[in-house]
């Protein structure tokens, strides 16, 4: 992983992605390359192959905002993606890399009054930095101090857990490319985590080297609990206004389903926390 050369990496692997087809040339694929070439994609954004060369290279690190739109419409980058593009074009002013993790002691008190609702805040390395008692105890196979990424890419509970884990894990993946354009990327705990998951989890580097770029909102999870058994959750996802770089998971379960059974069975056995208070399995994230 280079993380000096994000910008070209990034349009490298989106390359890499398409076929001649997709992008309407005719003729049989090269036997030589993968995906699209790359004189193909100068050819069809107007730019030189020698330009396109250096900025996948790194040698080049800001092109206009006329090229960024050319290369998002060939590479067909949806919304979420073009921006993303940009964001590594064009990146705002750096913000010291030792960002406030810290959760508003309001935002934590209101977690802790729903007793009945799983709810988390997971900081911009997929860390839970507090949760109220329910969701302590729904990611309780996470452990203590608990990063997600982690759980999922480096404990093999996880794939138990997780019903659809190659569906969460390369989510989780594409969440965190999202985020790691923001400023705070320039935290050495995100680069040093990335780095740890490609050399301990070859699953994660797969994933990591497409560079697919997806915010989490709203979506289902499929749980395999050790204590309640199986659980089909809806969740959405919330960006914390005062912290951008935090996120807010709230997750549900259908009236009347064995979901919603199996969550109140899960929270007649968690002792309840004094309003503001964290879940200790949630106290101090680290994880990297």
Known sequence: MREHNRLGEFIKARRGLLRPADVGLA??????????????????????????????????????????KALAEVLHLDAEATEHLHRLAHPLLAVDGSVSEEVNPDLSRMLAAWPDTPAMVVGSRLEVLTANPLAAALYSPAGPRPNLLVFTFLNPRAREFFVDWEIVATKAVAGLHAVSSTPCDASARRRALV??????????????????????????????????????????????????????????????????????????????????????????????
């Open 27 to 68: 003729g049989p694929p090269s036997l030589r390359t993968t995906g699209l070439r790359r004189e193909d994609l100068a050819t069809l954004t107007g730019i030189s192959a020698d330009y396109l060369s250096r900025l996948e290279q790194g040698r080049e690190r800001n092109p206009s905002h006329k090229v960024i």
């Open 195 to 288: 780095t740890r998951l490609c050399e301990e989890s070859a699953d994660f580097a797969r994933m990591w080297a497409k560079h697919e770029v997806r915010l989490p909102r709203y979506d289902v999870v499929r749980l395999r609990h050790p204590d309640v058994g199986r659980l089909d959750l809806t969740y959405q996802t919330l960006t914390v206004n005062a912290a951008p770089w935090q996120l807010l998971h709230v997750y549900q379960a259908a009236p009347g389903s064995a979901a919603e059974k199996a969550l109140r069975e899960l929270a007649r056995r968690v002792p309840s926390s004094r309003a503001g208070q964290r879940s200790p399995a949630m106290s101090s994230p680290d994880g990297a």
